[in-house]
């Protein structure tokens, strides 16, 4: 599969530790005052080398949620350790 696409998980990739992993993401995103979705597409936009950012969304409230990333897309040098810290946990 191409890089970015995205497909659901299956539930033997539902685990402990990735639910652990994806509420840590998620109290950081919260730090930020961001939704995890919100956190995602800033991680994505902060990335000089991705040109363009395709969210699908399901509704207008879903859109105008990911457009609200859009006011705060800078990361601090620790948030982006605590997240690469968190992506590289070996699940």
Sequence with gaps: MPPGISVP?????????????????????????????????AWLLKDPGITRDLAGVRNVEQL?????????????KT??????STLSTVL
Excluded at 23 to 39: D, F, K, T, Y
Excluded at 64 to 76: I, V
Aim: proline fraction near 2%; glycine fraction near 4%; hydrophobic fraction near 40%.
């Design 9 to 41: 998980l299956s539930r033997d990739q539902i685990t402990t530790a990735r639910v652990q992993q994806l509420n840590h993401l998620n109290e950081i995103a919260q730090s930020r005052g961001q939704s995890l979705a919100q956190m995602a597409i």
């Design 64 to 76: 105008k949620d990911n457009l609200q990333a859009m006011h705060n897309l800078p990361f601090e």
């Design 79 to 84: 948030e982006l350790g605590n997240i690469r």
